[in-house]
């Protein structure tokens, strides 16, 4: 596709669910980012793919998050038993290498009840 | 390590005024700067950067920034509002070297626009 898309745009679930979302890149890009957007936090980083090398996890803010990218190409970030605190808007970005421009996808709005 | 702060979370012009937002940066190494916008219920489009060179950088729709080191600001300003501009405004900062290049941003700024 033309952009970076992201499935779901919504997504509500209960306490203690778990949940996967999903980042589908811009065709070639071998960059890939999650970000977390919320309220009383503003924008974060959790955690970085660059083409075939060990991702930089630095920013996931506990042992409940994670995030695979298979093939070089597509991204899923899962969070277990999600907790109210993880509602936020989960936001992907790409870029063609590290130090480009970064693109970001439109974001999967969580909801933890 | 490296750190952004906007200074103002709303800022309120009438239409045809000058925006003006401000971005202050903290950083180890020479900074790569951005300046990102987004509209409700979409993901951030990016206005314009700083890498190097020429320190007084254009982007779109009008916007532009200039990057003062010694006063550590990358300030955003576009010469008359529209409508159109209501939107957030984020600030980022990404350190220059090797690394994940991920990007630190500033809380942001909501800008409305008085018809």
């Known amino acids: 596709g033309a952009g970076v898309s992201q499935s779901p745009s919504n997504k509500v679930t209960e306490k203690g669910k778990d949940v996967e979302l999903r980042c589908d890149p811009i065709?070639?890009?071998?960059?890939l980012y999650w970000y977390r957007q919320s309220l009383g936090q503003g924008l974060e980083f959790l955690i970085y793919f660059q083409g075939n090398s060990a991702p930089d996890k630095s920013g996931l803010p506990s042992d409940r998050f994670s995030a695979e990218r298979t093939g070089g190409s597509v991204s899923t970030l899962t969070i277990q038993r999600t907790q109210q605190e993880d509602s936020a808007v989960y936001l992907c970005?790409?870029?063609?290498?590290?130090?480009?421009?970064?693109?970001f996808g439109p974001g999967t709005r969580l909801t933890v009840l | 390590a490296q750190s952004v702060t906007q200074l103002g979370s709303h800022v309120s012009v009438s239409e045809g005024a000058l925006v003006l937002l401000r971005c202050n940066y903290s950083?180890?190494?020479?900074?790569?700067l951005f300046w990102y916008v987004q509209y409700p219920n979409q993901g951030l489009q990016l206005l314009l950067k700083?890498?190097?060179?020429?320190?007084l950088v254009k982007g779109i729709n009008g916007f532009e920034a200039e990057f003062k080191k010694s006063e550590t600001s990358f300030h955003l300003t576009k010469p008359s509002a529209h409508m159109s501009d209501a939107a957030e405004y984020f600030c980022a900062v990404r350190l220059s070297g090797a690394g994940s290049y991920q990007l630190t941003f500033g809380k942001g700024t909501k800008l409305s626009v008085i018809p």
């Open positions: 950083s180890s190494v020479p900074p790569y």
């Open positions: 700083y890498t190097t060179g020429a320190t």
């Open positions: 970005a790409t870029a063609g290498t590290a130090i480009n421009e970064q693109f």
């Open positions: 065709s070639g890009h071998t960059a």
